[in-house]
C-alpha cells in the first residue's frame, strides 16, 4: 500500500516495551570521514601542509573565494533592507522559477507545459533527501531499488539507506584506464528490476572527474527507457565540467527531451561558492501527456508536506542573494565569467600536476589528471599511499584517492608533486 501522509492517522504502533527508545542501547557511529580529514587538516601545524580533501573552491592562495557578483548581490540585497519573514514552505518563488529555467534550459518544454514543479531546499543534500522521501513515501513494499554509481558521493548511500530505500551499486568507473565504464554500468542498469530509481550525477561526476560523452548519455537514457528506470539526477557542479552552465546540463535536457519522469537535485554550494547558506533546489518533471499538470499538483502538495515536516520553510538570505544573480541578465553575465575564472584556474592546476609528474618521471601514467573534469581527480594513489602522503608531507585527501584540484595553487603543486613521487615508489 502507499503511504498518505494526510490522512494516515497512525502506522503499526506497539506497545511491546522491547520497541521503546532507549539511548544507552544506541552504538557509536564513526566520525565523517571528510569531516574528520578537515579536522586533522587543522589540527596540523606544518606550515608546508596542503589541503586537497574539502570540495570547495580555492583561489591562488587557497583561501575561499567569494565570487565578485555574489558580493554585487550581497549589497543589492543588503541595500533593499528585505525584512526577516518566513518564506513560503516550497521557498522563494523567483529563486525556484530561476533555478528551474536554469538546469532545465529556459526553452524546455516541460516547463511551458506546466509539468515541472520546483522546491528550494537545505542545498544540494536537502534535494536529494526531500527525494528519496517522496520516492520511499510513495512507493509500496517492497520498495524499489537505488542504483548508485560505483563510486559516488558517500552521502548518496547514507542518504538512500537513511529513508528507508535498499540501495545497490552499478559500475560507473574502470581502475585499469581510469575512464568512464559505460559497458559496465550498461549491463548493470539493463538487469536491474523495471521501476528502479537510478542516481545519475549530471555533470563533473564526484568523486572520479570522468562524465559520459553525450552519445554515452543517449545509450544510458534508451537503456533507461527500455527497462523502465526512473532517473534521479543529481546536479551538484552545474558550471564546473565545461566551464559553461548552458553546456554542463545536456544530460537533464535530453533525458527531459525523451520523455522522462524524472527528478533533479541541485545545488548551488559549489557554483556560486555559497557553501554554508544551503541554497539548493528540487525539481520534479512530469512525463508528458493529458494528465501531466495534475500530477505535478498533487506531487507538489506532497513535497509541501514533507518540507512543512522537515524544516517548515527554508532559510532566505542564500536564496535572495541566488535569485539577484539568476535573475539580473548582466549579473547572470558576470557570474559565467566567474565560473571560468574557477574552472579555469582549476584546468590550469591540473596541467601543472601533470607536468612536474613528467618531470620527475613518476612511475605510471598521469594523463588522467588533465582528462578528467571539475572539482575533483581521481588520482589512482591508494590508501596506504594517502595515509603517507599525510604523514610524511602533511597532505590531506580522500582515502579513495580523491582530490579536490581547486587546493593545489602555484605555491603548492610542485610540492604535492614531489610528495606523490615519493609515495609511488615508495609504498605500494
Ligand atoms: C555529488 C554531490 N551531490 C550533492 C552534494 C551536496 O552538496 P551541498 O549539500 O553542499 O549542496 C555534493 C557535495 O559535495 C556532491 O558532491
New binding site residues.
Partial sequence: MIANLVYQESMDGTSDSNTRFNAKEIPGAPIDPLYGLVAAYEADKSDKKVDLGV?AYRDENAKPWILPVVQKATEIYNNAKKDHEYLPIAGLPEFNSAAQRLVLGADSVAISEKRVCSFQT?????A?YLGGLLVSQFTAQPRPYVYISSP??P??DQIFATVGLPVRHYPYFRSDTKTFDLEGMMQSLSSAPKGSIVVL?ACAH?PTGVDPTKDEWKKIAAIMKTNDLFPFF?C??QGFASGYLSEDNFAVRYFVDQGFQLVI?Q????NLGL?GQ?V?GFHFVAEPGANSQSTTTNVASQLSLLQRSEISSPPIFGAQIASIVLNDPKLFTEWETDLLTMSGRIKKMRKCLKQELDRLQTPGTWDHIVNQIGMFSFTGLNCAQVMVLRERWHVYMAETGRISVAGLNEHNVAYFASAVDDVVRTVQ
Fill in positions: 570540495g537545505i542545498s544540494g543534500t536537502g536529494v559516488s558521493w552521502i548518496h550525477h564526484n543529481d551538484a557542479y537535485a545545488s548551488f554550494a559549489k557553501y544551503r539548493g
